[in-house]
């Protein structure tokens, strides 16, 4: 039902880094609209991690990062901890459904 | 300080309709610009939007879900309300009610959710 993708799973050694892939289509990520992220720990909500592409919240480090390209968008997280073992999801708008979309969801496990 | 907390039953029979309370501080939904919406989780799956209203009663739904949703405001309460009808247990989720600004759109506080399940 998701009409953003995300790989199902990304895992890094402490330290490392890795990034989550956000796919959408010319109705929402590719038509302009902002992509934002959120960060949900086992058992809690999301909380919104990266807004507007590329901001952060107050409170958000700044190892924590966001970019986007056409029809795609990326989170990246370096110098991996254990604290960002979570799930993850990017969120748009979509102009043809007329609605606010969500991503696939990507785990990511600290090794 | 925005905080937002959802209410409601936890266990609902098939066919039945559902109703929803988020009752929020911090903010006001009758302040130019401000919308609540609800998303909702079933259990290991994605995040969903469901519906949006927003400080001049615009309301949004889910195109999907739309002939089943209702949300409605009480200012006066400080609570948002959604119902959904005929419930199935493909239904069953936890239900998020979160803040956001017109424009925004995006999410930018969230309650802690209300699991809700669906079955005879």
């Known amino acids: 039902q998701s009409v953003l993708t995300q790989p199902p799973s990304v895992s890094g050694a402490p330290g490392q880094r890795v990034t989550i892939s956000c796919t959408g289509s010319s109705s929402n990520i590719g038509a302009g609209y902002d992509v934002h992220w959120y960060q949900q720990l086992p058992g809690t909500a999301p909380k919104l991690l990266i807004y507007g592409n590329s901001n952060r919240p107050s409170g958000v480090p700044d190892r924590i990062s966001g970019s986007k390209s056409g029809t795609t968008a990326s989170l990246a997280i370096t110098g991996l901890q254990a604290e960002d073992d979570a799930d993850y999801y990017c969120?748009?708008?979509?102009?043809?459904?007329?609605?606010?979309?969500f991503g696939t969801g990507t785990k990511v496990t600290v090794l | 300080q925005i905080t937002l907390k959802e209410s409601g039953p936890t266990l609902v029979k098939p066919t039945q309709t559902l109703t929803l309370t988020c009752t929020f501080s911090?903010?006001?939904?009758?302040?130019?610009?401000?919308?609540v919406g609800w998303i909702r989780q079933p259990p290991g799956k994605a995040l969903e939007w469901l519906a949006l209203?927003?400080?001049?009663?615009?309301?949004r739904y889910s195109s999907s879900l739309k002939s089943r949703l209702t949300i409605t405001k009480d200012t006066s309460r400080n609570q948002v309300v959604l119902t959904m009808t005929s419930m199935d247990p493909a239904d069953t989720a936890t239900y998020y009610c979160?803040?956001?600004?017109?424009?925004?759109?995006?999410?930018?506080?969230w309650g802690q959710g209300t699991l809700v399940t669906v079955s005879s």
């Open positions: 209203i927003f400080w001049d009663d615009d309301k």
């Open positions: 979160a803040h956001t600004k017109f424009g925004e759109l995006r999410f930018a506080s």
């Open positions: 911090g903010f006001s939904v009758s302040t130019s610009g401000v919308g």
């Open positions: 969120q748009s708008y979509d102009n043809t459904l007329s609605g606010y979309v």
